[in-house]
């Protein structure tokens, strides 16, 4: 496509539940990226792929969150065991150089 | 590790120039970003600017001093679609590496 995809773009789960947010990046870019983005803040960062390959993780806030991008485009970040804190706006950007662009983000919400 | 500050809210009036300011430190310089996020939007890219000096771009111009850790994102001929968050970002390191933003500052404008 022309532009990074999300989906879903909203999601309302219960407290518990486990929730999987998807990020389809702009074709051929090799990097591609997870952040968390609290109303009035700027994007933070989780977590990046290059390639298939994680990089690093550092910004995933606990063992409940993973991520993993297989076949080096579609990534898929998990959250195991939602819980009302995880309730965020979180996007997926990709680059293939320094440059990012960003998808339209998924809306969690968590009773 | 870094840091970056720039002011949370300015109004400015149609038709007239404004100027965002974004401080900056860094453990290792690797350029810096501008993006404009619109309400309910993804941010999408500006600028990013590598070397000290003014780059211009239609109506809008980023300026970079290295020796300051200091950045403006200059946007002239102000329109209502103007009003929208500013986002100052830099990336950890060179090469395809996460940004680290600030906070965003939110334009209004208002005729």
């Known amino acids: 496509g022309a532009g990074v995809s999300q989906s879903p773009r909203y999601k309302v789960t219960k407290r518990g539940q486990d929730v999987a947010l998807r990020c389809d990046p702009i074709?051929?870019?090799?990097?591609l990226y997870w952040y968390r983005q609290a109303l009035g803040q700027g994007p933070e960062f989780l977590t990046y792929f290059n390639y298939e390959a994680q990089q690093d993780k550092s910004g995933l806030p606990n063992d409940r969150f993973s991520a993993e991008r297989p076949e080096g485009s579609i990534s898929t970040l998990t959250i195991q065991r939602t819980e009302q804190r995880d309730s965020a706006m979180y996007r997926c950007?990709?680059?293939?150089?320094?440059?990012?662009?960003f998808g339209p983000g998924t809306r969690l919400l968590v009773l | 590790g870094q840091n970056i500050d720039q002011p949370t809210e300015m109004t400015a009036t149609e038709g007239a120039i404004v100027q965002i300011n974004c401080t900056y430190q860094?453990?290792?310089?690797?350029?810096l970003f501008w993006y404009q996020q619109h309400a309910g939007e993804a941010p999408t890219f500006l600028s990013y600017n590598v070397l000290d000096g003014l780059e211009e771009k239609g109506r809008f111009s980023s300026f970079l001093s290295r020796s300051k850790g200091y950045s403006y994102l200059l946007l002239k001929e102000l329109q209502m679609k103007d009003s929208a968050s500013y986002l100052c970002a830099a990336p950890w390191n060179s090469g395809n590496t996460p940004l680290v933003f600030g906070k965003g500052t939110r334009l209004s404008v208002i005729a």
């Open positions: 074709s051929g870019h090799v990097s």
């Open positions: 860094t453990s290792g310089f690797n350029g």
């Open positions: 950007a990709s680059s293939k150089d320094q440059t990012q662009y």
